[in-house]
C-alpha cells in the first residue's frame, strides 16, 4: 500500500509538472485575433459618416509585467459634403489580461492607448476630432471580445480549461496557472 501511495504521488507530480509548463505564444493570440474577431462599424448617412473595419492585429506579449500590447490596422473613411477621407490608422493598445473561468476565454482590461499613427501621414492633423470617438469603439470592442479562448475541443486545452485558475504574461507567452 505504501508503495501506491508514493507511486500514485510521483504520477501527480509529473503530471502536475507537465500541466503547470502551458502557455499561449504570441502566435497562438495573434491567429485567433486574426480569424476569430471581426470588427466594422457603419455610422452615419449619405451625407456625413463614418466606417470602421479593424484588419490585421499584432500582440506582443510581456514588454511590461503582465502585460499585452495589441496593434490593430483599422481601415477608416469620414464621409462629410467638404472632403471625405479615407485612411489606414494603426493603433496600439496595452492592457491588463484577465481570464473568465466559466467562459474559457481571456479578456483585456484597463486598455491604455500608446500611439495612433495612419497613412497617409499628414491625414492625422485632419483625423483629430474623430479620434476620441474611434478609440472608444476600439477601447470598447476590445474589452468586451475576448482575445483567446481555451479549444475544448482539444484534450489538451481542455484539460487545461478545467483545471486553469488564473494566468500570467511573460516575454512571448501566455502562463496558465491551476
Known amino acids: 500500500m505504501p508503495l501506491f501511495k508514493i507511486c500514485l504521488a510521483c504520477l501527480m507530480l509529473l503530471l502536475t509538472g507537465c500541466a503547470s509548463q502551458y502557455s499561449i ?3 497562438e493570440v495573434e491567429d485567433y485575433l486574426n480569424n476569430e474577431m471581426h470588427y466594422e462599424v457603419s455610422q452615419g448617412n449619405q451625407v456625413f459618416g463614418l466606417q470602421l473595419k479593424l484588419n490585421d492585429m499584432e500582440v506582443e506579449l510581456g514588454h511590461k509585467p503582465n ?7 483599422t481601415k477608416m473613411a469620414v464621409k462629410n459634403p467638404f472632403k471625405s477621407i479615407a485612411a489606414d490608422m494603426e493603433t496600439t493598445f496595452e492592457a ?7 467562459t474559457k476565454s481571456i479578456f483585456l482590461k484597463k ?8 497613412e497617409p501621414a499628414n491625414i492625422e492633423q485632419m483625423l483629430k476630432p474623430i479620434t476620441p470617438q474611434l478609440m472608444m469603439f476600439l477601447r470598447t470592442f ?3 471580445q475576448p482575445v483567446y479562448v481555451l479549444d475544448t475541443k482539444d484534450s489538451n486545452q481542455a484539460l487545461m480549461a478545467s483545471m486553469t485558475k488564473a494566468i ?6 501566455i502562463v496558465i496557472k491551476f
Open 142 to 144: 476590445l474589452e468586451s
Open 96 to 102: 491588463e489580461p484577465w481570464y473568465d473561468v466559466e
Open 25 to 27: 505564444s504570441e502566435s
Open 111 to 118: 486598455l491604455d492607448l500608446v500611439s495612433v499613427k495612419s
Open 67 to 73: 502585460t499585452i500590447s495589441v496593434t490593430a490596422i
Open 168 to 173: 500570467e504574461v511573460e516575454r512571448g507567452k
